[in-house]
């Protein structure tokens, strides 16, 4: 897990951690703990950077569903001025997985099954007809060059670290998709999938094996992909959508 972590950056002379604590007082509104050891980070891009480590805290549950959260306090945390945080923060309002609360800060959304499972009717009924496309169109070893992807989804799998599994599976159905040459579609896609990665309130954290599970199938579809079995691959497509909340 330490490992995995490595990849998060800091702002250099500020030190925190890139993880948002489940604990600390926000407000009066509730009472998270102390952050994990402080982790060095480069200056560039500090939005950037602050964006890509509260989708982290979002996959993670360390931003809890329901609760609120002030961007001074997690500015604070991030070793970071506030500003920074609301500009994130007003991303995460766009995508829906946060809303604002007037005077107080930015509540993380409650997510619901149903939401889940609509999100992965919409990933089937933009995806599956571009893979059975791709499938009668590209050659096999287009398919056999993205096989280090999907390993890298097994690798992060077997760690069983869930942030760390979100990153290569997105990175693996974008290089999929970016086969149909269709940049609005990958953006579409990117974002459905982003939002399907944020857990259910409530649920029980994701076992490893379920991740590895999922990591299977990539391999899988890559196999039925590159023989042009199109009945397999609209098969683990939908499988995998409405299988998975990774």
């Known amino acids: ?33 102390e952050p994990p050891a402080p982790r060095p980070v480069q200056r560039h891009s500090v939005r950037g950077q602050i964006l890509d480590a509260l989708r982290t805290a979002l996959v993670d549950g360390d931003l809890v569903p329901g609760e609120v959260y002030s961007a001074p306090v997690l500015g604070e945390r991030y070793g970071v001025s ?19 609360v007037p005077n107080r800060g930015f509540r993380v959304a409650r997510r619901t099954a149903r939401e889940l499972a609509e999100l ?63 940049e609005q579609l990958l953006t579409v896609a990117d974002d459905l999938h982003r939002r399907s990665q944020w857990p259910l309130s409530g649920a029980p954290t994701t076992r490893r094996a379920d991740l590895v599970a999922d990591a299977a199938e990539h391999t899988a579809l890559l196999d039925a992909l590159a023989a042009q079995d199109l009945t397999v691959v609209q098969a683990l497509v939908r499988e995998h959508f409405a299988g998975s909340d990774i």
């Not at 994130?88 to 809303?99: D, H, I, S, T």
């Not at 999907?150 to 693996?172: I, L, N």
């Not at 159905?173 to 149909?180: D, E, W």
């Open 82 to 100: 506030a500003t920074p945080v609301r500009e994130a923060m007003q991303q995460l309002v766009m995508e829906g997985a946060v809303e604002v």
């Open 1 to 33: 897990m330490e490992q995995a972590r490595a990849r998060d950056l800091a702002v250099p002379q500020l030190y925190a951690s890139v993880r948002v604590p489940a604990q600390e007082q926000v407000r009066g509104e509730h009472t998270h703990s």
């Open 120 to 182: 992965a009717e919409v990933r089937a009924l933009i995806e599956v007809p571009v893979m059975l496309r791709l499938a009668r169109t590209v050659p096999a070893d287009r398919w056999i060059a993205l096989r280090p992807l999907a390993e890298a989804t097994a690798a992060a799998a077997a760690t069983g670290d869930r942030a760390s599994y979100a990153e290569t599976d997105r990175a693996f159905h974008r290089a999929v998709l970016a086969l149909a040459g269709n």
